[in-house]
């Protein structure tokens, strides 16, 4: 036995760090932050604060919202900040499939997560239809020219003449000013493009690559959004009992939510702590 705590005794003086107690990107001070991802301080104390103001973080994704934060920052913090995991259990019992959907009523609905990714990604239907119409109306507006001329004319007449030594001169007689002052304005409409614009067929064409990627988002979204829904209800209907498998849910979950923030711009777990 004495042998054994002397053992102990001697591991814990060489590698003191590996009993040390693990920062996580929801325990972490922000001093604690600077030191470990290499932030500077205003980006470490924004993320404290707004763990402070959501109650936890659970995942990287949601301090994109942030001002200043790169992409390297959020790297360096995957990267040595790890997120801890909230692992939990119900025993309660269900009945109806519309008590155990009621356990997420404080969540986002499906069609507001889509709203968030289309903002986000710039490809909301109102946003292309404006394009369109803008499109449309913009052959109506006239090519502008506008001239300005100003002449300043001065003209003398002398009268010449010899004097009595044989010398000439010259007398002014008559001097005048002229000022000319001329204005123009024109107005030039492209009659052709009232009918089909090159710049409306641009539009039509880019408004066609948008509404594919708005397709694609929204695909993407509710296919993730209902995978990581299916996943909180086995979570809570058939919890597993080993701690590996329940890592391995709570791991699935928090990717699920990342890549909803990354497609809404940390939307998803900002409506998601605003509940």
Known sequence: MRTAMQWLALTMLISPAAYAEEITLNTASAGEL?????????TAEQI??????????????????LNGITSSDLD???TNVPMD???SKSNRHYRTVDEVLSEFNDEPEILEVQALALAYTKTHPELVDRWLHASKNAAWLPELTAEYQYDNDVGYDYE???????????TLTDGDQDWDKTYKVRFKWKLD??????ERIRIINEAQDIVKLRDKVLEEVTRIYFDRRRLQVEMLLAPPQKLRKKVDNQLRLMEYTANLDAYTGGGFSASLAGN
């Not at 707004?50 to 949601?62: I, M």
């Open 76 to 78: 360096k913090l995957r």
């Open 34 to 42: 600077v030191s470990a991802a290499q932030l500077d301080a205003s």
């Open 160 to 170: 010449y003449a010899t004097d009595v030594d044989g010398g000439s001169f010259s």
């Open 193 to 198: 493009e009232l009918v089909m614009s090159s």
């Open 48 to 65: 404290v604060a707004l763990r402070q103001n959501r109650g936890r973080l659970n995942s990287v994704e949601e301090l994109r919202i």
């Open 85 to 87: 995991l909230a692992v």
